[in-house]
């Protein structure tokens, strides 16, 4: 059985180099980190793109970082991939799983998997070019119907990806809902690139649960649900009656093209944390068997949301910006404590640098600690 590998996914406004670095200093467990994404590579000016500390290899102290790009524009793709490599950088990651509107509404993220020309398209021609960089691509089940990714799993097992994560929920879910591991661990046998699982681990034994789940339904035969149906005035008629062109590219292959295993049973050792690492920035060393008593990891959160901060005022020349990422941040990691509500209202309402220091230290002197 191959070693566990533990990554953690990207989060805009929040899985940034300051947090990577100062996250790696407190903790451990995870082998590699993701940027959030990068968008709007211009031909001309390289200075705009990717020369800033989020992605600068001086400025980022992990052992591996991958970026990430969010484009179904080959011609960028590529010249994302160029400005990496001088970088020093060996992997690119495509992100077609943003689920959120303004994003999927353009075909982007998860919006571009219901259209497997345009995925075909562009695959094609990013491997003509893209020579020695790895390229590997984070996705859902598909946007409007868990279906949707049964057609471009061919398009996939065409192209060399250095892996495959898939986050086993639609687009349209959002992050309601539970994440269909039954359908993930039925996709396994049929797909070629390594794979990574994302979704849902919150927990040692949520961990724990998801792998045996996997483990007893990747039986190689895929077992397809009833597709997710939606009302939604936002879905396109022609998508839910099925006259959409691209839909019907869909159907055709769904007759002619059905994905057939091509692997057998494979054992799934890839996992990419998420919401989970973010809450409880233990997860990934509990997973892995650490141990670590109550009142040592109340000092080592403490430290570590003091650190945090402090590196992203240097990073913002002290402005009070700074306090927006500090509470999303909070928004999870306020759920570590026994009465996560009041620990929230410490937080929620401050605009203050000040007031946002004094509550910090009332929160670790009153409030205990339940991870």
Partial sequence: MSELTLSLGPFQGITDAPFRNVFKRHFG?????????FTGIHKEDHAKNLQTEEIDPRCNDVDTLTPQILSTDAEEILRFAKQCKQLGYKEINLNMGCPFPRVANKRRGSGLLPYPDMVEAMMERVFEDIGEMKFSVKCRLGYF??????????????????????HPRIGKQL?????????????????????VYNGDIFSVEGFERIRRTIESNSIGRLR?????????????QSVIAGTDPQILVIRRREASQS????????????FMLGRGLLANPFLAEDIRGGECNAPERKERLHRYVLDLYEDRLRHAGGSPKVLGRMKELWSYIMNDFEDPQAVWRKIKKI?????????????????????
């Fill in 29 to 37: 467990g995870i082998d590699k980190f993701y940027t959030p994404f």
């Fill in 259 to 270: 994905p057939e295993p091509t692997l057998g049973n494979k054992t799934i050792n890839s």
């Fill in 145 to 166: 119907s868990p279906a949707e990714i049964e057609s471009v799993i061919p398009i996939f097992n065409r192209f060399p990806l250095s892996e495959l994560i898939i």
């Fill in 224 to 236: 397809v649900k009833p597709a997710m149906t939606s009302t939604s005035a936002s879905v396109p």
């Fill in 175 to 195: 992050y309601k809902g539970e994440a269909d591991v039954e359908r993930f661990a039925a996709l396994i046998p049929y797909i070629n690139a390594p794979l």
């Fill in 351 to 371: 605009n203050a640098l000040k007031e946002y220091e004094e509550a910090v230290e009332r929160i670790f002197g009153e409030e205990r600690i339940v991870i």
